[in-house]
């Protein structure tokens, strides 16, 4: 090997720098970077188009081939090290891994070693900059969800706070009498809260990934208030707490696709409260599946509508009632019965009418005792 400056054959050349530009046109993840000590500060004397790309090391859960694995890009304004593959031509930097610290200054796209995006403290998770910013002279470049400084909350800590839900009714069955006189039992209902946000992070334990955009993921070992919590920007995610209570948040509409079979198992109550309609639409034009509900011993089924109809229709086929014991039905109205065929009662017992006004039957041929 005839260059004596190929990977540190006359020392490495070590070197810190300050990231200025991302936007690789190969799309390798490469960056510019002003190193320094090598580079002038002054940017109309060393412009920033004029710094060389540095690569930049994986880890190895990065494969580095065909996409797989982690794929991750430096951001402007990050403090990197290396060193230059080519020695003392320092024209191939490559970056070993990032230096976090605190703010002293501002971003300022005209000075050199200055983050180029201008960005205030105002701005914390504004669109338009796509990336948060602590105050200066105040914070550490640590993610606020891993210091968890009271007084400097996260933005999407405070969120969730402010939009947990609570209050949400489940459904009631009042106390009615049924025809026969006897009580059909109240089924109370009651009101459920979202759990409290169960965010008690202590540093050094939490481990938090979080992007440009917004997006968070954590990976709490604080004792005691272990969790896992994944959030997308507009606050749809999920979190699991100390105990394994498990809490997802929909912001949008959530789609469920199952290619086969889909089997539930609940040990447990089940409440579903909807502020819109439900439709469930079974077996089309399939022929031979079947829409069942069995409920076990001791149990009842309570159906109530508050105001509207209940209507019950087939189209093609019977309607079957089997009733193990008594059948009640109270009419608070007028009760009509239509049949366009034949009609037919069997009663094996006896039969009574009470009927305060006019008894009258119409036909062809009434027959009392044929």
Same mark, same amino acid.
């Given at each position: 090997?005839?260059?004596?400056?190929?990977?540190?054959?006359?020392?490495?050349?070590?070197?810190?720098?300050?990231?200025?530009?991302?936007?690789?046109?190969?799309?390798?993840?490469?960056?510019?970077?002003?190193?320094?000590?090598?580079?002038?500060?002054?940017? =109309?004397?060393? #412009?920033?188009?004029?710094?060389?790309?540095?690569?930049?090391?994986?880890?190895?859960?990065?494969?580095?081939?065909?996409?797989?694995?982690? +794929? +991750?890009?430096?951001?402007?304004?990050?403090?990197?090290?290396?060193?230059?593959?080519?020695?003392?031509?320092?024209?191939? #930097?490559?970056?070993?891994? $990032?230096?976090?610290?605190?703010?002293?200054?501002?971003?300022?796209?005209?000075?050199?070693?200055?983050? #180029?995006?201008?960005?205030?403290?105002?701005?914390?998770?504004?669109?338009?900059?796509?990336?948060?910013?602590?105050?200066?002279?105040?914070?550490?470049?640590?993610?606020?969800?891993? =210091?968890?400084?009271? +007084?400097?909350?996260?933005?999407?800590?405070?969120?969730?706070?402010?939009?947990?839900? +609570? @209050?949400?009714?489940?459904?009631?069955?009042?106390?009615?009498?049924?025809?026969?006189?006897? $009580?059909?039992?109240?089924?109370?209902?009651?009101?459920?809260?979202? #759990?409290?946000?169960?965010?008690?992070?202590?540093?050094?334990?939490?481990?938090?990934?979080?992007?440009?955009?917004?997006?968070?993921?954590?990976?709490?070992?604080?004792?005691?208030?272990?969790?896992?919590?994944?959030?997308?920007?507009?606050? $749809?995610?999920?979190?699991?707490?100390?105990?394994?209570?498990?809490?997802?948040?929909?912001?949008?509409?959530?789609?469920?696709?199952?290619? $086969?079979?889909?089997?539930?198992?609940?040990?447990?109550?089940?409440?579903?409260?909807?502020?819109?309609?439900?439709?469930?639409? =079974?077996?089309?034009?399939?022929?031979?599946?079947?829409?069942?509900?069995?409920?076990?011993?001791?149990?009842?089924?309570?159906?109530?509508?508050?105001? @509207?109809?209940?209507? =019950?229709?087939?189209?093609?086929?019977?309607?079957?009632?089997?009733?193990?014991?008594?059948?009640?039905?109270?009419?608070?109205?007028?009760?009509?019965?239509?049949?366009?065929?034949?009609?037919?009662?069997?009663?094996?017992?006896?039969?009574?009418?009470?009927?305060?006004?006019?008894?009258?039957?119409?036909?062809?041929?009434?027959?009392?005792?044929?």
């Amino acid at each position: 090997m005839d260059n004596e400056n190929f990977l540190g054959f006359n020392n490495f050349i070590w070197f810190v720098g300050v990231v200025e530009d991302r936007n690789d046109p190969q799309k390798l993840g490469r960056v510019r970077v002003r190193v320094l000590g090598s580079h002038v500060g002054d940017k =109309v004397q060393l #412009p920033t188009e004029d710094l060389p790309w540095a690569q930049v090391v994986h880890p190895v859960t990065s494969s580095g081939i065909s996409g797989l694995g982690h +794929t +991750t890009f430096l951001v402007h304004g990050t403090w990197v090290f290396g060193y230059f593959r080519d020695g003392t031509d320092r024209q191939e #930097p490559l970056i070993l891994g $990032t230096m976090p610290g605190k703010v002293s200054e501002l971003g300022n796209p005209d000075k050199g070693f200055y983050d #180029p995006d201008r960005r205030e403290p105002k701005d914390i998770f504004n669109k338009d900059y796509r990336i948060s910013v602590y105050p200066k002279d105040t914070e550490v470049d640590t993610n606020r969800l891993a =210091v968890n400084d009271t +007084t400097k909350e996260h933005s999407s800590l405070t969120t969730r706070k402010e939009q947990r839900i +609570t @209050g949400v009714p489940t459904a009631e069955f009042d106390e009615h009498t049924a025809a026969d006189g006897s $009580t059909i039992a109240l089924s109370a209902g009651s009101t459920f809260n979202q #759990p409290e946000i169960p965010y008690k992070a202590e540093y050094p334990f939490n481990k938090v990934f979080e992007s440009e955009a917004g997006h968070v993921k954590e990976y709490d070992d604080t004792t005691g208030a272990e969790r896992i919590h994944e959030r997308h920007t507009t606050g $749809t995610g999920y979190e699991v707490d100390a105990s394994g209570n498990k809490v997802d948040i929909i912001k949008g509409s959530h789609f469920e696709l199952v290619s $086969t079979d889909k089997q539930v198992f609940i040990d447990g109550h089940h409440d579903i409260t909807i502020d819109g309609r439900l439709k469930v639409f =079974v077996n089309k034009e399939q022929g031979s599946n079947n829409y069942d509900i069995e409920v076990g011993s001791g149990a009842n089924v309570n159906i109530q509508v508050n105001k @509207g109809d209940v209507n =019950v229709v087939t189209v093609d086929g019977k309607i079957n009632l089997n009733s193990g014991t008594d059948m009640n039905i109270k009419c608070g109205g007028n009760f009509e019965l239509t049949c366009e065929g034949t009609y037919k009662e069997t009663i094996e017992g006896s039969k009574t009418s009470d009927v305060t006004g006019a008894v009258i039957h119409r036909g062809q041929t009434i027959d009392l005792n044929p």
